[in-house]
């Protein structure tokens, strides 16, 4: 399969990345020849072979129920590009 | 004592232990260092407050005979650690001016081991690179030059480009690095320094700025595998807040280093001889298992048949994890935002991570994002999942018969700057030695083997079973007594 640079723009889009026309132009062969390039992995008998979930055997752990830290808004927001009264601020989602 | 920067991290450790130096002296001679280094840029941020109160808290305990397992002990952390109040920015733009609120446990186990930060060490963006030219920051310069008169800028290797080269050039006795599919064992190969990257969930990978979680694990980069042993243990450990990380005890592995390998079985696999590979590669690989026998170890050649497709598998899982970890970046809780006048927040999202990332970060979340979309996750996300438990299954079938494997490192000596960065999967071919082992979560080694006919270091990889880092460690200590690598650059930063 091939991507064309409408599908670029649909993954960029995706990924919430902007890229302009020359990029998209320039991102599709690029990523074609990586996915070309991982073609490969089609010819491999992988019948009756579960998919990798673990690398070293290990079991989620749980953990008592109960709140473990907080109280620490100020740190929280501490990197924030614009925090307002407390909370993230962002553009206004609602018109 | 002038030439404190000329030793490792046993020997600052005994020497200030001994007292024939104090740790002010040691911190004080690779600040110095690192002031001189400029040329190199494998700092992104120095903190020389931090290593002189390391330094003078190390020198107060040796007064009150309290002295920890690294006390005196400066290290170079890499960016992707996040440090209490200092810049962490893992090669990214994105991070600029982030100044974390809280300690990566690796960075805290060592600190809490006593040692101090000479600074946060310059890494490819997000650590997905192999050259070290995708930072944000610039490229890092190894201190090795060919032999030809030239003055060609050499690759240190990546992503831990700026740990290697520190370390080589003497800027640290010993540094973190970080490896998701070669980014310890390359570089340390490119410069002639020994690193390991231990079992996948032996280092905690909280406050590690993450890539591809199922892969990433920290370990040292050090002179040699004493020092790498030491550093090792000080950085492993569980922790309750990484859900991956391994509920075990953290051997002595200092204490038990050994070189004493008779009767050890080393496997040779045949799939490593691969077409293109400079004959240089094969000639030190042959060298090295003339070592290995010498120590008393037997020689036995084994097969991985799955290992032509490590490569393409990890240019899917990685993309496809770092796709997701790093939907992060967002413009919100932290890092830049750009955001368009009269735009919305979708507008916002996407002008931020359009400046903000590089192109070889964008190119691998645009892959990981086309991976996972939907009509496309069975045929190579699964795929590749599948694939994976199948080179996994190659390793486990062939430590019955051995107890370790020998392989190359990397495909070739460190390259000139530019010579790669215009092809990514000739980049990506780098790690085709070294992502196999990270595919399958097992602890692998690279050591120094000797010197190119350019005069370039070349280093050979041994990969154990899992949670076996003492074997590893030992038959690279018997590999290392009989390299006798002392190769250094000279000093021309």
């Known amino acids: ?75 929280v927001l501490a990197n924030a590009p614009n925090a307002e009264h407390g909370f993230f601020a962002v553009p206004k989602v609602i018109e | 004592m002038s030439n404190v920067t000329e030793l490792g991290i046993a020997a600052i450790r005994d020497g200030v232990r001994d007292g024939s130096f104090s740790a002010r002296e040691v911190a004080e001679g690779f600040i110095g260092a690192i002031e001189g280094a400029k040329a190199l840029n494998a700092f992104t941020v120095e903190t020389p407050e931090h290593a002189l109160a390391a330094a003078d808290a190390a020198d107060a305990a040796r007064a009150s005979g309290q002295l920890k397992p690294l006390s005196g002990v400066p290290l170079g952390i890499k960016d992707l650690f996040a440090t209490k109040g200092v810049q962490t920015t893992a090669g990214s733009r994105m991070l600029e001016g982030f100044k974390p609120v809280y300690e990566s446990t690796v960075s805290g186990n060592l600190f809490a081991a006593g040692a101090g930060m000479l600074g946060k060490l310059n890494m490819d963006e997000f650590a997905m690179g192999s050259s070290n030219e995708t930072s944000a920051w610039g490229p890092v310069l190894s201190p090795w030059r060919r032999n030809d008169g030239g003055n060609a800028a050499l690759t240190p290797g990546g992503s831990s480009g700026g740990s290697a080269s520190a370390v080589a050039a003497r800027l640290a006795p010993g540094v973190t690095g970080t490896d998701t599919g070669g980014s310890i064992r390359q570089p340390a190969a490119f410069v002639g320094i020994t690193g390991i990257k231990p079992t996948y969930g032996r280092c905690s990978r909280w406050g590690m700025v993450a890539f591809a979680s199922s892969l990433d694990q920290a370990g040292p980069m050090a002179h040699d595998v004493r020092d790498c042993a030491i550093m090792l ?4 450990g569980f922790d309750p807040k990484d859900s991956t990380s391994l509920n075990l005890p953290v051997p002595n592995w200092e204490a038990a280093l050994s070189g004493d390998i008779r009767g050890k079985r080393i496997g040779i696999p045949k799939e490593y001889r691969i077409e293109g590979v400079p004959e240089e590669i094969d000639r030190v690989w042959e060298q090295g298992i003339a070592w290995l026998r010498d120590a008393g170890a037997e020689i036995v050649e ?132 070294a992502v196999p082992a990270s595919l399958a979560g097992l602890p692998a080694i690279s050591v120094p083997a000797g010197l190119n006919a ?40």
């Open chain 2, 302 to 433: 084994v097969s991985l048949p799955h290992t032509k497709y490590a490569l393409p598998t990890y240019y899917i899982i990685a993309p496809a994890e770092a796709s997701s970890n790093l939907a992060r970046y967002d413009g919100v809780r932290y890092g830049q935002r750009v955001a368009p006048e009269g735009g919305n927040l979708q507008d916002m999202y996407e002008a931020t991570r359009a400046a903000g990332f590089g192109k070889e970060v964008k190119r691998r979340i645009m892959i990981g994002t086309y991976v996972l979309s939907a009509g496309f996750y069975d045929a190579y996300f699964n795929q590749a999942q599948k694939v994976r438990a199948l080179i996994a299954r190659d390793f486990e079938r062939v430590f019955e018969e051995v107890d370790l494997l020998l392989t190359p490192t990397a495909p070739s000596a460190a390259f000139g700057l530019g010579e790669k960065s215009n092809d990514p999967i000739a980049m990506y071919l780098n790690d085709v030695f």
């Open chain 2, 233 to 236: 243990q000080a950085m492993a």
């Open chain 1, 1 to 75: 399969m091939s991507v064309d640079t409408a599908t670029v723009r649909k993954i960029a889009s995706l990924a919430r990345i902007a890229v302009s026309d020359a990029e998209a132009e320039a991102l599709a062969p690029e990523l074609n020849n990586i996915l070309g390039w991982v073609e490969q992995l089609q010819e491999v008998d992988v019948s009756g072979v579960a998919p990798m979930t673990a690398v070293i055997p290990n079991a989620l752990r749980l953990r008592e129920d109960k709140v473990t830290d907080g109280g620490i808004r100020k740190d």
């Open chain 2, 454 to 493: 350019q005069g370039l270091p070349l280093g050979l990889q041994l990969i154990g079973r899992a949670l076996d880092e003492q074997g590893v460690l030992n038959a690279a200590l018997a590999f290392e007594e009989r390299a006798g690598f002392k190769a250094r650059p000279e000093a021309w930063w």
